[in-house]
């Protein structure tokens, strides 16, 4: 079955055209800009790249235009859009109500809607691109994935915050955790190699956003993102954990407003924070490497943080079977792979630097022979997750 990926953010959009029975990848691409000016960078297949610099008014235009693209003649991958059986939209917050992905239907935009406040930034954009599609394509279904729903098997210990009780039962304030939909696939992939279901893995998704995530048997039981994105690692914006302390210290030094904190912790800190340098780890690798200290430190800080939650969640789950590292970071720095695993040998982690320093594709081991629990890289693959829930949604309609 043909289905149309679509992430759909303030002003940009990301989306892949995937066939699910042979998983082929037919097209993908990314508007950003949208509002603004506008550029398009398509993908046939995965290795076709072209470029459209216009004006993109709306979100309404720039998926108008994705789909004029996929059945145009010289960028044609589909005859007519009709070909196109289902929609998989990726949603940021989906609360207490959604534990899996749903067909959309009105009750489901209206729960949506009245999560906005959890994920003020996201979820207008999500839905948005909902109702563009139902709009533009009125006969195809439409799912949408969370990418909170994998963390809502998390015990209540695990996902309430040490306040009062009532601030949970009445403003839902609680560890909602995000980066699911790629935990759920990594950790999956990390089950499968091990041929092992009662496993206790630890999922290391590295990016721009980070988080760390404890899935026992199949499940999360803890993760280091909270009610926002912004608990947890060092990333590289985010400062991840903070005494909550400095807040009001800041706010009263700085004379700062609450939007004014929330931009300062979520933009301007993190490794760009700290290095001044770059939130782009690569150059902040580069600047260390010329001798920059803020730079190694920012690295050093990153790795020890991420060690913390390692450790933390090895001793939650009595045990680990495997690590996991993906995404943007996890998938390509062997540099910060081994300063992670460096001095875990006595619980029994152990990298091979070797293997560990090569780059390859696909799924590979990085620990040694002798290495009591297993080391992986795993690169993610949300879309083809938010593909395949949707064809088991829509397979019998
Ligand atoms: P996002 O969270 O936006 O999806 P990605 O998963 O693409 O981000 O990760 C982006 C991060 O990955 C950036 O900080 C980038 O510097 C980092 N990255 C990509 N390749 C490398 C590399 N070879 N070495 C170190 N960092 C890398």
């Known amino acids: 079955m043909l289905v149309f990926v679509l992430n759909a953010g303030s002003s940009s959009l990301k989306y892949q055209l995937i066939d699910t029975k042979s998983k082929e990848l ?16 398509h993908e046939i297949g995965e290795d076709k790249k072209i470029t459209f610099e216009l004006p993109i008014p709306t979100h309404k235009e720039a998926i108008e235009l994705v789909l004029r693209i996929l059945t145009n003649d010289e960028t044609k991958v589909i005859n007519s859009i009709g070909e196109i059986k289902a929609i998989g939209h990726r ?27 959890l994920a003020p930034l996201h979820n207008p954009a999500n839905i948005m691109g909902v109702k563009i599609c139902k709009e533009l394509m009125p006969k195809v279904p439409n799912v949408v994935t969370f990418d909170t729903a994998f963390h809502q098997t998390m015990p209540m210990e695990n996902f309430l915050y040490a306040v009062p009780y009532a601030d949970y039962s009445e403003h839902h304030l609680r560890k909602y955790g995000f980066h699911g939909t790629s935990h759920y696939y990594v950790s999956n992939e990390a089950v499968n190699i091990l041929k092992k279901k009662d496993s206790k893995i630890i999922v290391c998704h590295l990016g721009n956003g980070s988080s760390v995530c404890a899935v ?9 993102m909270g009610l926002t994105p912004l608990e947890g690692l060092v990333m590289g914006t985010r400062s991840g954990d903070i005494d909550a302390g400095v807040i009001p210290y800041l706010m009263k030094r700085k004379n700062l407003t609450p939007d004014q904190i929330v931009d300062y912790l979520n933009k301007k800190s993190g490794i760009l924070g700290v290095s001044g340098v770059s939130s782009d780890l690569r150059e902040v690798i580069k600047a260390a490497n010329d001798g920059d200290k803020r730079s190694k430190i920012a690295i050093t800080m990153l790795c020890e943080r991420i060690k913390k939650y390692l450790c933390s969640y090895a001793g939650l789950m009595h045990g680990v079977d495997a690590i996991c590292f993906t995404a943007g970071i996890g998938e390509n720095s062997d540099l910060i792979r081994e300063k992670v695993c460096e001095g875990l040998e006595f619980m029994g982690i152990e990298i091979d630097k070797e293997k560990n320093s090569k780059r390859e594709k696909g799924n590979r081991e990085i620990s040694t022979k002798n290495s009591k629990t297993k080391i992986y ?4 693959n949300e879309e083809l997750v938010i593909a395949n829930d949707t064809y088991n ?4 309609i």
């Not at 037919?26 to 960078?41: F, P």
């Not at 992905?101 to 009245?114: G, H, L, M, T």
């Open 216 to 224: 026992k048997d199949g499940k999360s039981i803890s993760t280091s």
């Open 91 to 117: 949603v940021v917050h989906g609360g207490e109500y959604f534990k899996e992905s749903v067909i959309v239907d009105e009750e489901v935009i209206k729960k949506i809607e009245e999560l906005i406040p």
């Open 377 to 380: 890289i795993i690169p993610t």
């Open 26 to 41: 037919k097209a993908s691409g990314l508007v950003e800009r949208i509002g603004i000016d506008g550029i398009l960078k």
């Open 393 to 396: 949604l829509v397979k019998n």
